[in-house]
């Protein structure tokens, strides 16, 4: 008889550190008391410091807790004089601007902020060299970008030299800086954090966690995923028309995922016509008596057609074992595992001489850039006001998280040390297998 | 400084009885040894009747905890011999196929069970007077049947003669009934568990809780929820456009919530375009200085047009109120608070000479007989196999519950003994309060 | 052997005048001389005022035909100094603000007319008394409103004293008013084109016809009929859930169409689970051996449920027919079709003790009010642009319309002298019958 | 002054031969009699045989005329005799369902056959070798197929040998078959015709052409192009969107149009965010002082986004000029004109040191393989229903086609002898060019 989540990883949990930095002691009250945050009894509710959300499911263990997300009594900073900024990095995600309009209107309405900024295309509206002024915020400006999918502050990758972006927040005087991003954009505000700590600068850092691929550590859900999995459920229905309509006709579905896939799997749960759903949490052979290869010339044997999601860092050590050599600069011919199992498919298939079809789907695009759908669009106002309510209280190097139906408030350092991912032998992934019929590769490797 | 959170209410969920009946103790081994339910290690995973999932959010009280869901080591029935039966009773409610077909699945492929019954019209066929044979399920009839909304087995509202339906049960030799409704039906269906242990016999009743409106005490989410979330949101568009199409045009939508006002409060932060949002929780004065009636007039003085959502359940004093009197028989006049609504607003704004035109829509048939999406589907194939699991390991009278990110086993008792409301002091209805910059009426009450 | 299609209504068709006023003769080289208006050979193509298009099918009779819509080689108004207006009037219809975007932008671009205004709310923006003053349009302006619904101008139902209303063209200095809207908006356009004419103005009003019923006669397609079929569409597809979901369920439907069932047929064939359509065009009897309720009353004996689309104008014969009497005013009890339906079905299927279930759905407000979709989009940019050029060529007193593929000038009074309504005995009345295999009830009568 | 729409092209038109083959003379009374297709005299409604669609849209030419599509007085094969059979050749599209399910019905309930036969996997399924058996239909089982997209018979590509197909259908006793496909399906249905005309077999062939593309010669609407010029509208949506989300971001959308660029057109105008379209129609130089890569980097300079759409036969002749060499096996390098052109622009904008992000969009798969929307559905009943008149009548060797508002029929060897293409000195064209601002790169060539 198993245990089930109580192991190694839990007890590592029960020794990290959840405490959260901040700027300096809050003295101001808080001006919610103007505004109506008020319980039955007409007191204004406020939320405390040493609330603690649990970090395990099961007592029994020294309980660490995640600092509990809300407004708090007293506030930091003097909205009167506070100037806000706010930047999106990495790639699009439904509900980016969503979350801009709720810290934008949690900041003017809330606390009667009215300097908010607007970064643009990421960390570079941070480098001076790209000459990029930021965008002046209010709640006229936000009023109708909900239904957009994209972000009207623009985007972009990779983080800029520290010194310099802090170098302009300063001279731009300002005092609070949300960063919605990844995880990279979340290690590069951390160091903004860090680095303006050492200079004794009065700006807190607050990340808004975005990870399509919900694979942010102690977050159990984050923006944008719901909304990608809903909106990867007619693309398979689609890759299902086409693979019905072909003789041994096999729709591939490359769906988001690099090292995590919650998007693969779930979209297999919610459009069941799915035969095939390969994660980077399962390695699969793609040959021999369990191969993939087999297991799909055998389905089409049967049924004559066949649907594949893949998510896209599934089988990278498949890719890695450069079955197929590197070409004249040393790049490994298939990086991209959609392509590479579509050529490995028609490879298999012709050398056994079974006529067939396939269609490749690589929709990350139209997923990605529609607008935040279901209930995604309450999860991102609910994020952006916990996030302005830790900035305005002093917190700093932190991300709102997400557990047990509570927001948290989440350090930089954990949230990032390493990503979340499927369990096996949980609920999700153990629904897949049931739902696709296809082999448990685990219980082999 | 209050101490939200904990309070009577929580005092009073400390004193209560989660434990689950069960019909017998199970001996049998489970099945699931033979199907992929394993860990990384290769072990079949379990999950103990003794694993509890706190009730309450604070430590510091005596813990009461849901029996956590999943499946059992031991099982109670003999999948060979178990006879299964699925009815849906009362009100369409996205997801309802998906749980019929994740039941069915879950029986077939999980456990080995090859019997399964689909029972006509809700509790209507488990009375014999109407001649409602019930239909045979397997997965073939269940494959495709997620993608329609509405319930392929039919449903009814109010429930039938206990006895008679035991008698039925008892005849068509069934050992497990899963009955998918709401509040009423999961009272019938505590009734059946009752009547069956009277009479002693080998019949356990599995409740899958249905209510759109999401107000199942214990449980925070049901399915279909999040799907009729989004389904509200385009209407609130179109009632936008209207409004603002005509020169003091009202868009009046009125969405789904008897009890609580939890879709409309959520659709009105999804689509933020709602200038007032009307629920039960938040009784409302329709006129006077800080009455519904004059604020939309100075709206429309302001900006020529408004967006309200209200809730069916919400200003119900004020149609007991009647200030419209009474018919021949003596109902009340206006029962619907959309069309009280919308005649208040046509008659105390053309007292006041205002011209306006008032767009009443009321959607409800429309929301609720969509398919489920965003991740709705996945949620109704979990509640599916954890009733299943619950079933086939003997409990009964019970209902799967989801708390704090688990899936639970609520006594049917404790399920229906309260509806879940709004807690107007917290989250999200501040945030419409924020949204809408509406009154805080209940600042007042 | 019958004779299709030539008949006396075509031989009335033949005697009909349809040529264009024109409020002077063009004598400016037109300005597309500059824009990229070219054949292959380079030339810039320019249509003959005498291009016709036949009005009538048949050959062998004298052939009437309209005037050839498009850019004229010479034009009247110079670009540099006129000044033009849009109004939009009555209801909404998807793609009027493309319709607003085509012509700001055809205007624009292609001739260089600067001086756009936007009249606010229908023709009551032309009356003084309200005090509604223009707004400015430009490309900027329009840029993004064809993603939504609605009209950025407002509308309003009525027309207005036609003498203030030319006033005020005449105070702003229009030269061109293009008139957006129906039958009555057509009719108060060309008053005010007749009573310009009189007073010897300088000024020429050109409509765009809005029926989203598709009733305009001379005119095959009108804008927003497509979507509006389309849209109709999932509200079939719930009807027919909630019909199935019930013992006895009847899903009603009323879908626009005043006076023409093209909606309420053409919904009909697009999703095909329909029993009864109803609409003006084909009278039924309530009861008797052909009547519309037993056949209900029969469908529901065998099947159990039922789909009933009702176009708004059927029936009217039935209404006035005064079966259910007067209220105190003297006015009829029922005068909306869809919610008298519901009750006879009630009455009738009660007093013989069917027990049934019938959802009502009244869907209008949410399709007329939807973004322009499909094709639509194009058809109003093709119509705007064809506004423009008849209106910069100095023809008044006209609507752009479509005929055989091609696109038309047609004289106001013409086009408003009767509706194009369904011909039961072509095509699509036919495909209807079939459809739904219904009662050929104008067999009978 | 140019004399538009009267050339060369015209006067071929109006030697061309219209008349359409038959397998004998009618003789049967139509049993249309009995269902009701009647007009309103109660008079069943028939078409004549001599009745004519101008092919021409001006009058002063001889005028040739199509064969008027629609039910004869007279039929040629004895409903309770024959034996139908459909085929679905090539790639998806939009609606095949739809007209699967409208021959089906009409054979069924208009004519009275119930010996209707499904060829699985197009043209492979008369080939004996691959020992794939018709299905058998039937008003049941096509009951809700138009809710799905694809094809329920499946398809293949390429025609199989004629010979042997009409040996298949000979041994079948197949009378009439319905070939539902493109240009190169109609060619081999048209070479069945053929050899079954030499064997005096008494079987017609009767086309339904299927090209998304909506480039069928003497044909203004093929199936499924408007639900693919409705699609295409959010993908381009999200191109923008990714464009706008990134510094110097470029959305580069590849729509289908091998030969005409009709959707990629179509879906600039219905989505009028575009900055270039590029048609197989229109070539275009890449560089130099009008081409299309400077003309995209002075767009990016003025406002750092830019989206293409491209249809995939654009630039042919780009592609074959070989700028970038051929492989070992001397095929070109680069044979598609969507990476072709992701790959030209980086070079390009590299090479000046522009820094950029393309997005590349395939969404083809997507597209074609929806189910029908809008008014397609209708269209796709039309089409059958005149497919099934045609056939009953006798008719062979024809497709069905749609020609200035009225269904036609066309002999094959007409219908597939060019294919229809956009005229740029057009409406369509010229339209885009406004709404693009982009080069009329037709002046210079």
Chains 1, 2, 3, 4 share one sequence.
């Not at 939320?47 to 995640?66: K, N, Q, V, Y």
């Not at 021999?288 to 896209?312: D, Q, T, Y």
């Not at 047990?404 to 350090?411: A, D, K, L, M």
Request: hydrophobic share 40%; proline share 6%.
């Amino acid at each position: 008889m198993t245990e089930p989540n109580i192991g190694a990883e839990d007890l590592e949990i029960a020794r990290l550190d959840f405490s959260i930095d901040r700027v300096g002691e809050p003295t101001l009250p808080s001006p919610l008391r103007d505004v109506p945050f008020v319980d039955d009894g007409g007191r204004v509710c406020y939320f405390h410091d040493t609330g603690r959300i649990l970090a395990l499911r099961e007592a029994g263990l020294p309980i660490p807790g995640f600092v509990q997300a809300g407004p708090r009594e007293k506030i930091y900073f003097d909205p009167k004089w506070t100037r806000a900024a706010i930047v999106t990095c990495g790639g699009l995600c439904p509900g980016l601007n969503d979350v801009i309009k709720g810290v934008v209107n949690t900041l003017w309405y809330t606390y009667g902020i009215d300097k908010i900024f607007g970064i643009r295309y990421g960390y570079r509206g941070l480098e001076p060299r790209y000459g990029l002024e930021p965008v002046v915020l209010d709640p006229d400006v936000v009023d109708t970008i909900h239904e957009d999918g994209g972000t009207i502050l623009g985007s972009s990758r990779g983080n800029q030299d520290v010194e310099s972006m802090v170098n302009t927040l300063d001279r731009l005087g300002i005092h609070v800086l949300f960063a919605i991003g990844g995880d990279g954009t979340q290690r590069g505000a951390g160091e903004i954090a860090r680095k303006v700590k050492e200079r004794g600068l009065r700006l807190v850092v607050v990340g808004i966690p975005k990870t399509i691929d919900n694979d942010l550590n102690f977050t159990e859900r984050t923006f944008g995923f719901e909304t990608a999995v809903g909106a990867s459920s007619p693309v398979i229905g689609c890759a299902h028309q086409e693979a019905k309509g072909a003789w041994n006709g096999v729709g591939l579905v490359k769906l988001m995922g690099r090292d995590s896939g919650f998007i693969a799997a779930s979209a297999t749960l919610v459009n069941s016509v799915v035969n095939f759903c390969l994660v980077p949490e399962v390695p699969f052979p793609l040959e021999g008596e369990r191969g993939f290869l087999p297991a799909l010339a055998r389905r089409l044997e049967r049924k004559h057609h066949a649907v594949v999601v893949v998510a896209e860092g599934a089988g990278q050590d498949l890719l890695t074992a450069g079955t197929r050599g590197k070409d004249a600069s040393g790049n490994l011919l298939h990086e991209d595992i959609g392509v590479f199992l579509r050529d490995e498919i028609g490879r298999y298939l012709k050398a056994r001489g079974v006529e067939h079809s396939t269609k490749y789907f690589d929709p990350s695009y139209l997923i990605r850039s529609v607008p935040a759908q279901g209930t995604d669009p309450i999860f991102c106002l609910h994020l952006a006001q916990n996030a302005v309510h830790a900035a305005l209280a002093g917190f700093s190097n932190l991300v709102v998280g997400y557990w047990h139906g509570e927001f948290t408030y989440i350090p930089i350092p954990l949230a990032i040390r390493s990503r979340r991912k499927i369990r096996p032998e949980e609920q999700l992934w153990q629904s897949v297998l049931t739902a696709t019929r296809q082999e448990n590769w685990l219980a082999d490797l």
